[in-house]
Nanobody, 117 residues
Framework: QVQVVESGGGLAQPGGSLRLSCAAS????????MGWYRQAPGKQRELVAT???????NYADSVKDRFTISADNSKNTVYLQMNSLKPEDTAVYYC???????????WGQGTQVTVSS
């Protein structure tokens, strides 16, 4: 059974930092693209960052140079380091795993990130 579980959300001040973690069980990172998405109130879910098994990364323009996605394959865990946070980063952040070939996707339950003074 595949499980994707996020953690690390919370409240941060503008300019502050948070690190999100995503632990995935029941899959092998070798065959998946791992990603972080976010959904703010009243908005559609949007891509934040992705990482392949070969450590190729991709970022939304809005988070480039502020967020960093990384993976620890030995722990089946993906991280999202978020620096220089802005109020507009406030959203529920979701971890996602997409199979390279079948494109079958698994989602976590989401973790709330709130950036406010």
């Amino acid at each position: 059974q595949v499980q994707v579980v996020e953690s690390g959300g919370g409240l941060a001040q503008p300019g502050g930092s948070l690190r999100l973690s995503c632990a995935a069980s029941g899959i092998s990172f070798r065959f998946y693209i791992m990603g972080w998405y976010r959904q703010a109130p009243g908005k559609q879910r949007e891509l934040v960052a992705t990482i392949t098994s070969g450590d190729v990364t991709n970022y939304a323009d809005s988070v480039k140079d502020r967020f960093t996605i990384s993976a620890d394959n030995s722990k089946n865990t993906v991280y999202l380091q978020m620096n220089s946070l802005k109020p507009e980063d406030t959203a529920v952040y979701y971890c996602n795993a997409i199979h390279n070939w079948s494109k079958r996707a698994y989602w976590g339950q989401g973790t709330q990130v709130t950036v406010s003074s």
